[in-house]
């Protein structure tokens, strides 16, 4: 029972270049979310998912993409990334709306 | 807006002791709800414990116990005879909404807790 699985688990990548972060799921929870945390602010939610095919903005959805094209798979991309999103990338899915969230291990991305 | 306080940035107990983390919050939504997770130094995010803004009773999982007090916007974590495993990053966190209208999960930015031999 896998849970959330995240890939890859560590990245580093130049200014400028993309990225896509793939969370997949086998609980078959239709609520999927992807979070970001940085030192000394908790987490911030990026985009969210209520279901297979719909996405919706986050607190700080700027610079990131995210499709849900099968209800296991939530996937964030970054288009041309910044050093600002240098960040521990979180993703996580729920039963529930708004319920207790079963977190992936986190991918560790580093923008330079 | 809805916000979550966590005073402490880091505390310190004894093994086998109680310790309360402390978590307050903010907002005018009638209906919501608290959670507590945690995060070891490996990094994952877990669940520990929920509460309900209408439940009447304080919710319990095993060691750990939400101290909850409506009036006063508290939601503490209590957690009961302190194992060296219990050493983490405990995030108090709240359902709420973004200005734009839709629904979030609202974080604190955590306490430290580092359990002593």
Redesign the interface.
């Known amino acids: 029972n896998a849970g959330v699985t995240q890939t890859p688990k560590f990245r580093v990548l130049k200014t400028g270049q993309s990225m896509t972060l793939l969370c997949a799921q086998d609980m078959n929870h239709e609520y999927m979310y992807w979070y970001r945390q940085d030192p000394g602010m908790g987490l911030r939610l990026i985009h969210y998912s209520v279901g297979e095919g719909t996405t919706a903005k986050g607190e700080v959805p700027d610079g990131y993409n995210v499709s849900r094209l099968k209800k296991q798979n939530f996937l964030l991309g970054l288009e041309s990334a910044a050093p600002s999103q240098t960040s521990v990338y979180f993703c996580a899915s729920s039963y529930i709306w708004q319920g207790p969230l079963h977190f992936g291990n986190g991918t560790r991305l580093t923008v330079t | 807006a809805q916000k979550?306080t966590q005073t402490q940035p880091g505390m310190f107990v004894q093994e086998k002791e109680a310790v309360t983390l402390d978590c307050t919050y903010d907002t005018s939504d009638p209906s919501y709800?608290l959670?507590w997770?945690k995060q070891p130094s490996s990094?994952?995010?877990?669940?520990l414990i929920?509460q309900g803004s209408y439940d009447q009773q304080n919710a319990t999982e095993g060691r750990y116990s939400l101290n909850f007090q409506k009036a006063r916007k508290s939601a503490n974590l209590v957690i009961s005879a302190s194992q060296l495993g219990d050493s983490a990053m405990y995030?108090c966190?709240m359902?709420g909404w973004?200005q734009?209208g839709?629904?979030?999960?609202v974080?604190?930015?955590?306490t430290k807790l580092t359990v002593n031999p």
Do not use: D, N, P, R
């Not at chain 2, 990094?43 to 669940?47: A, D, K, P, S, V």
């Not at chain 2, 839709?102 to 999960?105: A, G, I, Q």
């Not at chain 2, 974080?107 to 955590?110: L, S, T």
């Open positions: 979550i709800g959670f997770y990094g994952e995010m877990i669940f929920y995030f966190a359902s973004t734009g839709s629904e979030k999960l974080f604190g930015k955590g």
